[in-house]
């Protein structure tokens, strides 16, 4: 890079280039001129310097991309077909047109440049512009679009004899004319010494004989960092020494000869910053991440405490406040133990390694960006760029002016990622690790009595430590207002543009806007209260269709799913035909107010979250179940102050008679009455010796459609008086106000639902058997079972892994597969299904989204109700079932 001095005047820079110029040619080394990631490169200098001819030359031999080069005179083309318009040849009256024609095409060709760009610098993309740029006016347009876009801006300056310039354009084709040549050369003079006040980050010089020496030198971008074998993002530790140790090495970390920590398996640690502070060890947490750091064994972004130290320790008028003035003290304090020189040594240290902190890490797989690491926030465009601007966003996030006590009101900049990276951040504490919109937030508080987070990336799974103390002590922390608004209505704003929730079990589930919108509709207009609305019981998928002729569904396809699964032993339970509903029963109305922030005897709700009974049906209900299970001590005996049940309500009529009414009575009668119509007459044009037996016969079988189908929905109907008829049978005990119960054995849930049914009249005990895979008497003893029970109406099985959540290697198990009976698919497919041609038909059926539903909405399950039982924030709880609900809006075969 060339420097020059501000200081000398106009005459004296005219003079020495006059001196220079004179001077013989001489050897001088090969100059290297270094060029930006992402930004713009000016090329300055009079008409005929030779810009557009280097930067071909550049191009072909392959240091710049053609893409990466733009040219006045090919906009020009683009837009106008021409690039010269020589107005002088004309009489005055046409040259007057045509120099205007020829500035309208400048001035349009100029601002579509432009444009392109500033796209190319929004995306972080390497542009040189190929143009004269000789007035300061015209060079200020592409240094704000560098500050807008926050990418580095330098010029390249060509400076060219003025006989060389004048020998240039009497042979071009398109020749400017020696006035105009000249004039470009007295408004070059007149700039290139001012070019360093005008805010580029680099000003490069070149003669005609430094073009071919000179050497473009691509600078390798720092924020990018290759993801290797995995990083560990660790949340806001705030001077926490001791869980940040804790954390350590429950990640897997252990020390070498030099006490540097390593992972066996070549993993990083990663500082989301703001590691000291607040908390009771910050001196010891600095010099951990400045050791690990110097051994190139970890990496650390900037933050707002970070830089706020780093400004403190440089002298400058910082006001040490907010948990900052501990540190002060730790550093008084090992002055007064140390000495003032040591004290000296490590203020500079620890000056040092803060101040290199980036703004933000891009983690990069196959060239492929995957993760971003920052401390409060990023906006997709930022990602990649450095400038202080966004070092700023990245230390403090985005914030819309202050609530009553003066505390910033942060906005949800996570709302509009869009780029498809994973962002990872704190400075926010929240109560439990957030994902919105592929963006984590693992502040949770550790200085405020909460948990120091861990983050591991790819596997994208949680670890934290709890803290050991609240060590801010700190009565209106951000964990205790969360606390305090835990029962406060969701933000739908990060949610409604679609959203992703994390899993255990699963993973990421992503949900679109249209399906969210929707799901919103019917929480704001039909459900019960959110807080009310824990958990939406999972689809169960039906199995593949059935090798055998005449079945559409049988057992074995269900058993050999199960098999190909390494899956060795099964339950099979008997499904009831009822309706799907949740029962949540309190202890005692005042039981429910750390749960739902109100008293409430419970709430039975259907499995899209509408209220499943009337009011006064609900609670007579509720207060059945309660009586009886306190008269059998459950409460007690299990230590709880609620049970929540996954269950199937019946008879069926008690929710769906309406539907029952309106299709299946109603189709039956008209099929009977018509079937029974056409068969008289048959038979009467058979009476008359008409040729109709095969006709006869068909319609024979179609009367005996009907009937069976008549038959079949009315099996699962009976009167009901009140709560005479009304029986209840669990699937699942799905939780206790002692954990979540979902991780127990199907046998447990099974023989459990026993115990209730002994203890509640209204509880219905369900038929199952558990078999071994391997057990070829077993399975047939189950088909017959299965097929038993079908022909006497009942609707059918479902068959279950033995254990709730089951993997086959890191895949989920379908958690349940239906398979229902001959006769009751009368009722799903219509009473003339097993027609040959109809069954061949249904045959080509696809489940494949059914079963993909079913696994995520499982997930999802089990996620709401872990997060119910530990009391989170009811925002916490509702992304899970609304997420459920959308998936419920994601159109399926309704028959499946």
């Not at 995306?123 to 876009?149: F, K, M, Q, S």
């Not at 059918?796 to 349940?816: F, H, N, S």
Request: charged share 25%; glycine share 6%; hydrophobic share 35%.
């Amino acid at each position: 890079m060339t420097g020059y001095r501000d200081e000398h005047n106009k005459g004296q820079e005219n003079q020495q280039y006059a001196d220079k110029r004179d001077r013989p040619l001489q050897q001088e080394p090969i100059r290297t001129i270094t060029m930006p990631t992402g930004g713009i490169v000016l090329l300055m200098g009079p008409s005929g310097s030779g810009k557009t001819t280097w930067l071909e030359q550049l191009v072909e031999n392959g240091t710049l991309l053609s893409s990466e080069t733009v040219s006045s005179d090919r906009f020009r083309q683009l837009v106008g077909d021409t690039d010269h318009i020589d107005w002088r040849q004309h009489p005055r009256e046409e040259g007057d047109v045509l120099y205007q024609q020829y500035r309208l095409i400048s001035d349009r060709a100029f601002r579509v440049m432009e444009e392109t760009i500033a796209a190319r610098a929004r995306l972080n993309l390497l542009t040189w512009v190929d143009a004269t740029h000789l007035h300061p006016e015209d060079r200020a347009v592409y240094i704000n679009l560098a500050r807008r876009n926050h990418v580095h801006i330098v010029v390249v300056a060509l400076d060219v004899p003025e006989k060389v310039l004048l020998e240039r354009d009497r042979t071009r084709l398109h020749a400017r004319g020696r006035q105009r040549i000249k004039q470009h050369i007295v408004v070059f003079r007149e700039n290139m010494y001012k070019l360093k006040s005008e805010g580029f980050d680099a000003v490069h010089l070149l003669k005609p004989r430094d073009l071919e020496q000179v050497r473009l030198e691509r600078t390798a971008n720092p924020l990018l960092q290759p993801l290797g074998n995995g990083v560990d993002v660790i949340g806001d530790i705030h001077g926490c020494y001791e869980e940040m140790m804790q954390l350590i090495h429950k990640l897997g970390y252990v020390t070498d000869e030099q006490g540097i920590y390593r992972h066996p398996d070549g993993r990083m640690l990663v500082s989301v910053g703001d590691i000291m502070s607040r908390g009771p060890r910050s001196l010891e947490t600095m010099q951990f991440w400045q050791r690990q750091l110097a051994a190139q064994q970890a990496l650390m972004v900037d933050s707002n405490h970070g830089w706020k130290v780093a400004r403190y320790l440089e002298g400058r008028q910082v006001q040490m406040n907010h948990g900052d003035e501990q540190f002060v003290a730790e550093l008084e304090q090992y002055g007064a133990v140390h000495g003032q020189e040591a004290l000296d040594t490590l203020k500079e240290q620890f000056r040092a390694m803060l101040l290199a902190a980036p703004s933000h890490l891009v983690f990069t797989h196959n060239g492929v960006r995957r993760l971003i690491v920052t401390h409060a926030g990023i906006r997709d465009h930022y990602i990649g760029k450095q400038s202080k601007g966004i070092s700023d966003y990245c230390r403090y996030g985005e914030t819309d002016g202050q609530d009553d006590s003066g505390k910033p009101q942060r906005t949800d900049w996570f709302a509009n990622h869009e780029s498809g990276e994973w962002i990872v951040w704190g400075h926010d504490p929240r109560l439990r690790p957030t994902i919105v919109n592929r963006t984590v937030n693992i502040d949770q508080g550790v200085v405020f009595g909460g948990q120091l987070t861990a983050y591991r990336f790819p596997e994208q799974s949680f670890v934290a430590v709890d803290a050991l103390h609240d060590y801010a002590q700190d009565t209106d922390s951000p964990l205790e207002r969360q606390r305090k608004r835990r029962f406060a209505a969701p933000n739908l704003t990060p949610l409604i543009n679609g959203y992703s929730v994390m899993t255990d079990s699963y993973g990421e589930i992503g949900v679109r806007s249209e399906f969210v919108k929707a799901a919103v509709d019917t929480v704001s207009h039909y459900t019960v209260p959110l807080e009310e609305l824990m958990y939406v019981p999972p689809t169960m998928t039906p199995p593949a269709v059935s090798a055998l002729d005449d079945y559409l569904e049988h057992p074995a396809e269900a058993l050999a799913y199960y098999r190909s699964r390494n899956v060795s032993r099964i339950v099979a339970q008997k499904k009831h035909m009822g309706s799907r509903a949740i029962v949540l029963l309190f202890r005692d109305s005042q039981a429910a107010i750390p749960y739902i922030g109100r008293p409430l005897s419970g709430r039975i709700y259907t499995r899209t979250g509408r209220a499943f009974f009337p009011s006064s049906l609900e609670q007579q209900v509720l207060d059945k179940l309660r009586t009886d299970l306190e008269h059998a001590n459950y409460f007690e005996q299990y230590g709880t102050d609620f049970v929540l049940l996954d269950t199937e309500i019946v008879p069926w009529n008690l929710k769906a008679r309406e539907l029952i009414s309106s299709q299946y009575a109603h189709v039956a009668e008209a099929a009977l009455h018509d079937r029974r119509t056409i068969l008289d007459t048959l038979h009467t044009a058979q009476q008359q010796g008409r040729e109709v037996a095969d006709w006869i016969g068909e319609w024979r079988e179609r009367l005996n459609n009907a009937q069976r189908f008549a038959e079949a929905f009315q099996a699962y109907c009976w009167d009901t008086d009140g709560l005479d008829g009304i029986q209840i049978a669990p699937f699942h005990i799905l939780a206790h106000s002692t954990g979540s119960l979902m991780d127990r054995e199907h046998t447990w849930h099974m023989q459990h639902a026993e115990q209730l049914a002994q203890s509640c009249s209204m509880i219905l005990a369900t038929e199952y058997q558990v078999v071994e895979l391997d057990d070829e008497h077993a399975e047939q003893q189950l088909v017959q079972w299965w097929s038993d029970m079908t022909e006497q109406g009942h609707e059918g099985v479902v068959i279950k892994p033995e254990c709730m959540t089951t993997y086959d290697g890191d895949r989920l198990v379908q958690p349940a597969i239906k398979v229902r009976g001959r006769k009751y698919l009368h009722i799903i497919y219509g009473m003339d299904y097993l027609q040959p041609d109809n069954l061949k038909r249904l045959k080509q059926r696809k489940t494949r989204k059914k079963e993909r539903h079913a696994l995520m909405e499982f997930a999802l399950s089990l996620e709401s109700v872990a997060r119910f039982v530990r009391q989170e924030p009811l925002e916490r709880m509702h992304e899970c079932v609304l997420a459920a609900l959308s998936l419920e809006a994601d159109a399926v075969d309704p028959r499946l």
